[in-house]
């Protein structure tokens, strides 16, 4: 039995919705910073939460596709594992999407994670994770 890769394509898909929706949700969350905005900084942040719980889930029900062992888990791994940047073409189009999401995903991570970076400076000033960890570095 093969990998279902229509449903793994629909599952990573997902995936990357939830992240454009944690996105959006961070995006507000720099501005409530911004107004010294408390209350709306918590329900962004319990509500960031939520997202991340679900893109949680749907990373799980896409390595549940590994389940049944064999095969399907070689397979699973490799659509999963194999760097995005760098995978040749194809010869299905559900792979190829599979790998395109894959590096929207990726490029999309990094720059929220670049968003939370400076928040989290901005916000934390001199006791910011990011501060102290640049201190450490140096």
């Known amino acids: 039995m093969a990998v279902d890769l229509e449903q793994m394509m629909l599952l990573l898909q997902k995936r990357y919705n939830c992240l454009k929706k944690i996105d959006e949700l961070t995006d507000e969350l720099c501005h409530a910073f911004a107004r010294h ?19 949680d889930a749907s990373t799980g029900r896409v390595w549940d596709l590994a389940r049944p062992g064999g095969n399907e888990a070689v397979e699973v791994r490799r659509l999963m594992r194999e760097d995005p940047f760098t995978a040749s073409e194809k010869e299905s189009w559900e792979e190829n999407k599979i790998f395109e999401v894959r590096r929207k995903t990726v490029l999309l991570i990094r720059q929220i994670q670049d968003k939370d970076r400076r928040m989290n400076l901005s916000a934390g000033g001199e006791k910011s994770y990011y501060r102290k960890k640049q201190e450490n570095n140096t």
């Open 37 to 55: 905005d408390e209350v709306s900084a918590s329900l962004l942040l319990d509500m960031r939460a939520e997202e991340i719980a679900e893109l």
